[in-house]
């Protein structure tokens, strides 16, 4: 009887390892690039080896060929790939794991004194069990403004 129950023991938790049971979200995959003069196309290739992130854009619209300098280490994709982004002036949507690459509009509107544009990136966290809560809302108390995390 106790060796069935070490093999049952050995087997839930081997069970434990192999299937894990909270996935790490994509843009928070740690990635480490030591890149100088590098193409921002290869720099998505080496984010896309370490987190399984695929690329999408349009060349036409974003310049791939721009050399950049980008030394991290195990830092968030998210905040490797906004810097990426920003030297190259463009903006993503995360859809399941592709990255859709996009350019930044351009500023149509005229800015007062009072108005202010703030872009957040990040997730929304269960208190309770610390997990992603999906398809939540985000919004400014004026009401006027508001977005979507799916």
Request: glycine residues 2%; charged residues 25%.
């Amino acid at each position: 009887m106790r060796k069935i129950t070490l093999i049952f023991i050995t087997v839930f938790f081997i069970f434990l390892k192999v299937y894990p049971q909270t996935k790490t979200p994509y843009l928070e995959k740690k990635v480490s690039i030591n890149a100088v003069n590098q193409p921002i196309s290869e720099i998505f290739e080496l984010i896309t080896l370490q987190t399984g992130l695929q690329f999408s854009y349009n060349s036409a619209e974003i310049n791939d060929k721009k050399k950049i300098i980008l030394k991290v280490k195990n830092t968030p994709a998210r905040l490797v790939i906004e810097d990426v982004l920003k030297q190259c002036e463009a903006n993503y949507k995360l859809k399941k794991n592709y990255i859709l690459v996009f350019a930044k509009p351009k500023a149509s509107i005229q800015k007062t004194e009072y108005q202010q544009v703030v872009s957040l990136r990040g997730y929304i966290y269960n208190s309770k069990d610390s997990s992603i809560i999906e398809n939540t809302s985000i919004y400014i108390k004026d009401g006027r403004y508001a977005t979507l995390k799916q």
